[in-house]
């Protein structure tokens, strides 16, 4: 059975750093597009950022381009989201999600994990 766990969230400083981890099992990793999409309180879901396969395909929201950081460990069965110079705005549930498409695309129908928290606050 396809499961994601989310894991790295808290409390953080403006202009600090977290990395979120998601922990995979149930499908083959190596062959499956992951995104990771937010969700602020009052706002709908976003996506902000996507790792295809190959890993060469990332894919990055305008709004976090040059401070997130995808990066897979296959061997691991993890994804990882680097998060840097994070600000307010910044503050939401986390969610990695599966695309479901053999593609390696990050395009259509995906598969959630339950998300964790991240707070940017002083």
């Known amino acids: 059975q396809l499961q994601l766990v989310e894991s790295g969230g808290g409390l953080v400083q403006p202009g600090g750093s977290l990395r979120l981890s998601c922990a995979a099992s149930?499908?083959?990793?190596?062959?499956?597009?992951i995104g990771w999409f937010r969700q602020a309180p009052g706002q709908e879901r976003e996506g902000v950022s996507c790792v295809g396969v190959p890993d060469v395909h990332q894919w990055y929201a305008d709004s976090v381009k040059g401070r997130f950081t995808n990066s897979r460990d296959n061997a691991q069965k993890s994804v990882y989201l680097q998060m840097n110079s994070l600000q307010p705005e910044d503050t939401a549930v986390y969610y990695c999600?599966?695309?479901?498409?053999?593609?390696?695309?990050?395009?259509?129908?995906?598969?959630w994990g339950k998300g964790t928290l991240v707070t940017v606050s002083s």
């Open positions: 999600a599966a695309y479901r498409s053999a593609s390696g695309y990050c395009d259509g129908p995906v598969d």
């Open positions: 149930g499908f083959a990793l190596d062959k499956k597009a």
